[in-house]
């Protein structure tokens, strides 16, 4: 295990109608906020009307911004900045998902700082004087609610960067699982795509001696599968959508990487797919991973097989462990297509004509993860693999 | 699963030598500290030393409390109180394993306080400006070093009471696993046991659709059962012990305990054995808990079923749930005995003479659990299993 330091201060309130109580805990920190939300779902199933009311209610002075897009755009961020500059806001209230989060954690670095925000997503430079953020969570997918990161696209040029700091997470997180029982299903696919993905970048790791946190993964994984068919086949099913927006949470909030190297390189690849075409972050990670797996996994046949027997209970072949370690692959690969996530590029219309432009701007920074260094020739070797 | 809301914000320093950032942490909060701590252990090995000239490297004034007894006492919490208030000190920084750590948290709820620090221990009062408190644990067991509880012994009456408020959580804890190379092997013992018991406390639960938690729960039981075995070999393999410690914080952080019924009726039985003959409280649980297990398995076969299949790979005879139940309970009594702890009172020479006594206190303000609620009677038949 390596030496590690974990701060995950976020206030979690969880369960039902919990959205109701967003204007107090808002009122703990502000009485003048922006609110920050996507498009219209929040407005047609009522949430915007509830968390207004709970807002009014408090004598909160609301500014409003919406239109955040899927992979959110750093335009949208800039005007953030400036709502929040000229009317002297210091609260900012994300109500959505992981795009509302990202984007008000980008204009909460913003606000108080001279230069471009734009330098925190590809600089060292550390954002100093953070506004508070809190969430009220309608997607359970990227973590971000509770969560050090934020991931942001610029259209000029097609760049799609992190910044993390644990100045960014948010003081608090309202989640009620009944706000996702109306998630269209591709939304929740997704999400369950993004939440294992978070797990598989810290599983697959060169640190040894990380029994503990390699078990929390697996609980994690094991329960995320069990209950992702449970919400396919029952959407309104409040305790598997509570298990599952709970896990979301967990899973990317840094407790189940303590002491641990961390990959990410299938995430940056990713990175690649949805800047250029758009498509949802999940859908583009059960893309990548698989082909990813297949790529490094005889980099550590054991941690492989002990994926597969662990997570979904595969054979141990004692005298054959490459066949262990390939069977948890197979295993999740046929997980994804069971559930209606895409494995190919041809699944989601993506053709094979950028691959090489993708894979020399991914890692024109340097190579990518950990777990195994990807250079500009392996990122290519991998996408290749997602083709058919 | 039910709604619940969960903090944590208790900065975490873990890994080798981390014990030298103490006096950087603490400058963060104050220039004048109590520092509070037990016996001569941590003169011993050259901790005290490290710990002084890392405050005063930053130059921390520091007043100093020695004298921590295992079931920390009332009467050095008012010794405490009366230093800081004497000498305006706003931090306390405790040094040591769970009793000082509560016994500084008590200290910490006191100073601000008119009245008597005691009634936050016996009524519904809760404490108001309660002072920040740092940790540099060396005992992995009590789990208080993140908790949001304190357990106090008051000697007149031989009273043992906890205080549970989150206000009470450490601002920051430093773990360094070598710290506990040295620990003596009843501590370590009695340490996994306080921990595994902090899960079992969670784990028997009325609380429908608890999967994730559950999982999380079992990792960690296997996890902190499989590095036992090896520390009692090996008592400075620094991976074993880095996952036990860390097992120890995460086992009572709350987190495994969120949208679940918790039970806690074995830790206020063992409180009147601890209290009465001041046994370590991890060998008082591992006397109590096999025989409240067997006094309540019947009301959840299935919990009782997949702790024994999950955690100790029993297996599951589908045609004898009772049998599988069974199981596990005896194999948690045999990892208990296998390692050196104690299952009997004999064990640990406590005389079956006051049981009803015992009994009867335990129970004065009502009954105990909440996975089966015990009346007197209950406790005392659980108390009579434990005799032979």
Same mark, same amino acid.
């Given at each position: 295990m390596d030496n590690f330091t974990f701060q995950s201060p976020t206030r979690i309130i969880f369960? $039902?109608? #919990?959205? &109701?109580e967003v204007g107090k805990e808002t009122k703990k920190f502000s009485n003048k906020i922006l609110l920050h939300y996507g498009g219209s779902s929040i407005k047609k199933y009522g949430l915007y009307d509830k968390v207004i009311k709970s807002l009014k209610d408090e004598n909160i002075e609301i500014f409003e911004l919406g239109g955040v $897009? *899927? !992979? *959110? /755009?750093l335009d949208l961020v800039y005007e953030g900045i400036k709502i929040c500059r000229d009317n002297n806001i210091n609260f900012i209230l994300a109500v959505g998902g992981g795009s509302a989060i990202d984007s008000a954690k980008a204009i909460a670095c913003g606000v108080n700082y001279q230069g471009d925000v734009w330098d925190f997503y590809t600089t060292d430079k550390k954002a100093g004087n953070v506004l508070p953020i809190g969430v009220v969570l309608t997607i359970p997918a990227a973590g971000s609610e509770a969560s050090n990161g934020s991931v942001i696209t610029r259209e000029e040029g097609l760049l799609k960067k992190d910044y993390v700091d644990?100045?960014? /997470? *948010?003081v608090f997180a309202i989640l009620n699982p009944e706000l996702t029982f109306t998630l269209p299903t591709e939304q929740t696919l997704c999400g369950i795509s993004d939440i294992f993905a978070h797990g598989l970048e810290r599983y697959? #790791? !060169? #640190?040894? !001696?990380v029994d503990f946190t390699d078990r929390l993964i697996e609980g994690a994984f094991k329960s995320l599968i069990n209950n992702a068919y449970i919400v396919l086949e029952k959407p309104s099913d409040y305790a598997a959508r509570a298990e599952i927006m709970w896990i979301g949470l967990v899973m990317h909030n840094g407790l189940f990487g303590t002491g641990r190297e961390e990959d990410w390189g299938s995430h940056a690849i990713e990175h690649e797919l949805s800047a250029i075409y758009d498509i949802a972050h999940g859908a583009g990670l059960s893309i990548v991973f698989p082909a990813w797996m297949k790529y490094v996994y005889k980099h550590d046949l054991n941690r492989f097989a002990q994926f597969a027997v662990r997570v979904f209970g595969a054979e141990r072949y004692f005298n054959d462990i490459e066949r262990t370690a390939l069977e948890g692959i197979k295993r999740l690969e046929n997980f994804y297509k069971e559930i209606g &996530? *895409? #494995?190919? &590029?041809k699944d989601v219309n993506i053709p094979d004509t950028l691959l090489e432009e993708m894979a020399n701007k991914s890692t024109a920074d340097g190579p990518l993860g950990h777990f195994v260094k990807l250079e500009t020739k392996d990122v290519l070797n991998i996408l290749k693999m997602t083709i058919r």
């Open positions: 369960g $039902k109608k #919990t959205e &109701l $897009k *899927p !992979n *959110p /755009r644990d100045a960014i /997470r *948010p697959f #790791t !060169n #640190t040894q !001696n &996530l *895409p #494995t190919k &590029l």
